[in-house]
């Protein structure tokens, strides 16, 4: 079966670190990309950016890029999304999405399940 | 950046009505584009590709159209599943952008 599967469910402090993870199984991970995509509580979906995992290539948003880093360790199939310095206002949920796109768009059609990460003092 | 912005917001029907959600670019993105459904609490799931292509085990009452900057999904006869969240994205060119979202309600 072809799955992403996220990690848990993150509580850290202003300022903090944090690394959240992505993992593929059921397909060849360096054939397609991965994004990150962000929902605020009530909100619209908002791309934040892809990783080739096949050569760590990264496309960002530049509402995003400076406050995040994307990346990926093809040896065990996971993608990352990490923040040196959290903020009160990346509290909310986190969706890895795998793509393809030679010569067509082809959608983002395997999804996570989603980690939510809620920074407070 | 490419803006994405549907139409309507919010839309209210009934089940077994036609319903059709319309999604603009601001500028032309041939057919990359993409539909997406979501269910409170759950991750998007892939409606339509490339515009009009039906995503493997999506029934076949949704449908896409459009090319360059006016794109629609259509549902043909309501059911109570599709009673959920729908949203457009471009995959034209960097960044990626979502249309806002259109919530289909049960009237």
């Known amino acids: 079966e072809v799955q992403l599967v996220q990690s848990g469910e993150e509580v850290k402090k202003p300022g903090e670190s944090l690394r959240i993870s992505c993992k593929a199984s059921g397909y060849t991970f360096t054939s397609y990309w991965i994004s990150w995509v962000r929902q605020m509580p009530g909100k619209g979906l908002e791309w934040m950016g892809r990783?080739?995992?096949?050569?760590?290539?990264?496309n960002y948003n530049p509402s995003f890029q400076g406050h995040v880093t994307i990346s990926a360790d093809k040896s065990i199939s996971t993608a990352y999304l990490q923040w040196s310095s959290l903020r009160a206002s990346d509290t909310t949920i986190y969706y890895c999405?795998?793509?393809?796109?030679?010569?067509?768009?082809?959608?983002?059609?395997?999804w996570g399940q989603g980690t939510t990460v809620t920074v407070s003092s | 950046d490419i803006q994405m912005t549907q139409s309507p917001s919010s839309v209210s029907a009934s089940v077994g009505d036609r319903v059709t959600i319309t999604c603009r670019a601001s500028q032309d993105i041939s057919n990359w584009l993409a539909w997406y459904q979501q269910k409170p609490g759950k991750a998007p799931k892939l409606l339509i590709y490339?515009?009009?292509s039906l995503q493997t085990g999506v029934p076949s009452r949704f449908s896409g159209s459009g090319s360059g900057t006016d794109f629609t999904l259509t549902i043909s006869s309501l059911q109570p599943a599709d009673f959920a969240s729908y949203y457009c994205?471009?995959?034209?060119?960097?960044?990626?952008?979502f249309g806002q979202g259109t919530k289909l309600e049960i009237k």
């Open positions: 990783i080739d995992p096949g050569d760590s290539y990264t």
């Open positions: 490339a515009a009009s």
């Open positions: 999405a795998r793509g393809r796109s030679s010569g067509n768009f082809y959608g983002m059609d395997v």
């Open positions: 994205q471009q995959a034209n060119s960097f960044p990626y952008t």
